[in-house]
């Protein structure tokens, strides 16, 4: 299962373990009795124990993601893992690199009508989107630089130079599209929504976080739920 | 699935995610090509990424147990969580509580041949089994005192002293079986095995080390066999 | 500098790193100015930044304890830990261990008057203390107890058994002292308190988190209070 | 303190906690005494805790750094912290972020003779030197490309896109210099040096955790050689 994300990236669902029943059993292990089939009473445990941050139960249920994105979507998601205030640790994560040559070098460039103006009164993020006029000029300057920067990228590489070294002619990093596996607890998953699903993150993270969210309604439906903000 | 261990625990296997080509796929994104079924190259694959410690591919598949083992082997397992060298975060942990009367209280009781005498030249462990004399009062022993502390430990419950300070009672805690659900990473489990099914760990928690290990080896044959030392 | 806890117990402040300025200043690693002394607007920041969830700057400071305390203070403390919603992973602990013979062996008490009766209304926790009658036979009952299991544990030591199985005869585990050292960053030292320092937190561990919590207060006066629920 | 690293970054150490008899004295706490001098038999423990991986003792230290690097650093430093086979939890970062304007962009320049050649007979990593003659090149080329870059990205704040989206323009963003603090254990530290001081890192993050190194032996001379592989 795979949901397309901005013009060249998606998010894919690899594997899941578990169900909202998972949550309740974990959390039941003092009663010593497993449910098979979400009851009523099951789904209002689930709702307890997310309100009242009894979120462990939440941590033995996980999902598996690939995912390909912009350089700067990939920076944004790690420091949630790393800076965040909840740090779930529970999270593995398997990136391809630069330092060797793999497969085509491929950049996010905003449509025409998809550039953005500085908010108003906010230190970051951003406003409306900007005119026609403006978004066309930025279009085609991003491409020229992308043309011109990688023109100096393949020179260097046919010149010999080292490709973790040639990487610095890459014309637009934060665009370069990077892939990785995530894999993560559903606690992990909620947190991570709850943070760039948010109107203060940048509209291209958000566009991967709703991928992802439905992904984890789909197969999670009353914890997903009840762990949202 | 579940196998019995010690006179009264067990482990069961809840769930998994994953299979071998979890790790094979998760380590070759930076080349993009996804294999659908473990080939002779992917065998070798996981070898080399085992002996060469590039393990981070190992914790994007994982498993689900519920324990039920002596508190002692609980206390055991979970230094080796937050005390260990490799410290595997990826761990989700529920245990049942004694601060609330949730089901009845049992204790292991070592058979009166499976006394162990002290090690010589060691500072812990285990030497020999003692002769079944010394066993057989030692098990009558604890009985005995087993039956005198749960005396008190009632006498406390019914003359209304709270649960959680009525636990001072409980006369073998160290021996008082607990439950828990484990979730971890193939990298936990397999550390975890390492450090537990070595000669120095306590034959006790050996025991329970088996048992997942069987349970491993089942779901993840080439993982699990180029992870352990 | 060490705090008396319960009878027998301890909280000692082994070394600290940080001050309420390393909050600030790895908050502004954004602006490149570092502050040398705090001014009211750094207190404002870390008010901002403790009520906004933006706590990553927290886990640059950090506090290291010696704690003796009994098993059951020891068991609530590591499940905060690997069991909480927060998880914060920024924890070392190093414990004793009763796999060999190292230190006497001691018990915590409950003295005549401090027995508590069972809640109301409540599944855990504990309602008022009992009368001086039953806290007298309550004592008199867990001394006698200890003094008859010990001479079982004398009799298994003499007689050879294995120090790590002859624990079974532990007479009052969950009160058994042990001592161990504890690591972690001042977020981490919040969460506890948030948790320990509860009305539903056992009286016992409530005594070690006042202990730690004074420190604390002592040490990152602004940070705590902000962090403080 | 400051150690200059490249053409403009540095590594500062902000602060520590502990010394080599932190190690000791936390592995010590089953043995109740606490070391106040480094003595021979206290050296040898050192050396045997970390000889057989009993890591534990080494989270009771901590250090603290500012770190200016280019943005390629700081991923594989982010790489080994989420990544790595050992990965310790034990770490806070706190960066700059590019998504509002806050100090000036600076790039690191390779100097004319610091381009690396592709390696033989490997998929990573450098080999020698190039000649001056495609180094001048080299670096001529990255200088045009970096003022075309950043003319293009300031037209786009002129214009009024978004600084968030404007990063598209940055014109070498893998060597964008970033600044961050990052804390973490002792453990963690000679876990980053044994990675990232190795002959198969590259030359740029080397240049880094030679700082680092220097820092850590200063403090820990015996618990870092004992560490170091």
Redesign the interface.
Same mark, same amino acid.
């Given at each position: 299962m795979m949901k397309k994300v901005l013009d060249k990236g998606y998010v894919r669902l690899?594997?899941?373990?578990?169900s909202d029943l998972?949550v309740v059993?974990? &959390?039941r292990?003092?009663?010593?009795k497993a449910t098979e089939s979400l009851r009523d009473e099951d789904k209002k445990l689930i709702k307890y124990l997310a309100k009242n941050?009894?979120?462990?139960?939440f941590?033995?249920a $996980?999902m598996?993601f690939?995912i390909y994105a912009p350089?700067?979507v990939a920076?944004q998601w790690?420091?949630y893992?790393?800076?965040?205030?909840?740090?779930?640790? +529970? $999270? &593995?994560?398997? /990136?391809?690199?630069?330092?060797?040559v793999?497969?085509a070098i491929e950049f996010?460039i905003?449509e025409e009508n998809a550039?953005?103006?500085?908010?108003e009164n906010m230190?970051?993020?951003? %406003?409306d989107n =900007?005119g026609i006029e403006?978004g066309k /000029?930025?279009t085609k300057? =991003?491409l020229c630089?992308i043309e &011109? %920067?990688m023109k100096?990228y393949d020179? &260097?590489i046919e010149? %010999?130079?080292?490709?973790?070294?040639a990487? =610095?002619?890459?014309?637009?990093?934060?665009? =370069?599209m990077v892939?990785?596996?995530w894999?993560t607890?559903l606690?992990g998953v909620a947190h991570f929504l709850n943070q760039r699903t948010d109107d203060h993150a940048? +509209?291209e993270i958000r566009a991967y976080a709703e991928a992802v969210k439905s992904f984890a309604i789909d197969k999670f439906p009353i914890a997903i739920e009840a762990l949202l903000i």
């Open positions: 690899v594997d899941t373990m578990g998972s059993n974990s &959390a292990v003092s009663f010593n941050d009894h979120t462990s139960p941590r033995h $996980t598996q690939e350089l700067m920076r790690w420091k893992i790393i800076g965040s205030s909840h740090q779930d640790p +529970f $999270t &593995a994560w398997n /990136e391809s690199s630069r330092r060797y793999t497969e996010y905003p550039w953005r103006s500085k908010p230190k970051q993020g951003s %406003g =900007l403006i /000029e930025a300057k =991003l630089q &011109a %920067g100096n020179w &260097a010149n %010999g130079i080292a490709t973790e070294q990487r =610095l002619f890459i014309p637009s990093a934060y665009g =370069l892939r990785w596996y894999t607890s606690q940048q +509209f």
